[in-house]
């Protein structure tokens, strides 16, 4: 099976624009997990999607948002860019049955602010 | 919220030898799942081992093993023979089922296996 896969890896733009970020979870993979991770903050958790339905949201402001399509990729959408968005953004989809809660994650795509 | 601690930022280890990385949590639940995640420099985050927290044996994989303590509420992570390859972040992670699939994760440790 192919593995987790976000793309675009690198992007950089500056202060004001809007991003989007795609992440295409592991087949048969229903939920979806962004986060952020930062050498200061670790990994913060951005919020999580299980069948097109956000169930859980982070401590992070109304630009940060997402959302999930019916074959289960997932994106998520940053609007008026700020430095303090640079980081790497993480995406992880898990099974979720069976007992299958592991998280598989993706490359990261590495965002750039200036 | 559920916290994890990872109390040792970095650690260093020597190359054949053993290291342990530490790992607490502060829950409330009975019913929960621990990971172990690596990642290496600039390479995918990966899973290492996982604990669900109604099994009392402490789960193993090759040369890592965790040690559990459910009432100390701590999670540690021993890699034995250490390998080069062994030289990574390592994030300890805490789900609870059937709240969504949400994991909160500690700051990492930064492991170098020095040869």
């Known amino acids: 099976k192919a593995g987790v896969t976000q793309t675009p890896r690198y992007l950089i733009k500056t202060r004001g624009q809007q991003v989007t970020l795609s992440c295409s979870p592991i087949?048969?993979?229903?939920?979806v997990s962004w986060y952020q991770q930062t050498p200061g903050q670790g990994l913060q958790f951005l919020f999580e999607?299980?069948?097109?339905?956000?169930?859980n949201k982070g401590n992070f402001p109304g630009r940060f948002s997402g959302r999930q399509f019916s074959n289960s990729r997932s994106e998520m959408n940053v609007s008026t860019l700020e430095l303090g968005d640079s980081a790497l953004y993480l995406c992880?989809?898990?099974?979720?049955?069976?007992?299958?809660?592991?998280?598989?994650f993706g490359p990261g795509t590495r965002l750039t602010v200036t | 919220a559920q916290t994890v601690t990872q109390s040792q930022p970095e650690m260093s280890v020597q190359e054949a030898e053993t290291v342990t990385l530490s790992c607490t949590y502060d829950t409330s639940e009975n019913n929960y799942y621990l990971f172990w995640y690596k990642q290496p420099p600039s390479r995918q985050m990966i899973l290492v081992i996982r604990?669900?927290?109604?099994?009392?044996q402490n789960a193993t994989e090759n040369r890592f093993s965790v040690n559990f303590q459910k009432a100390a509420k701590s999670f540690s992570l021993k890699i034995s023979d250490s390998q080069l390859g062994d030289t990574a972040m390592y994030f300890c992670a805490f789900m609870k089922p059937n709240t969504g699939n949400q994991f909160y994760f500690g700051t990492g440790t930064s492991l170098t296996v020095i040869p």
């Open positions: 999607y299980f069948s097109e339905t956000q169930r």
């Open positions: 604990q669900e927290a109604y099994k009392q």
């Open positions: 992880a989809s898990s099974l979720e049955q069976g007992g299958s809660y592991e998280q598989y």
């Open positions: 087949s048969g993979h229903r939920s």
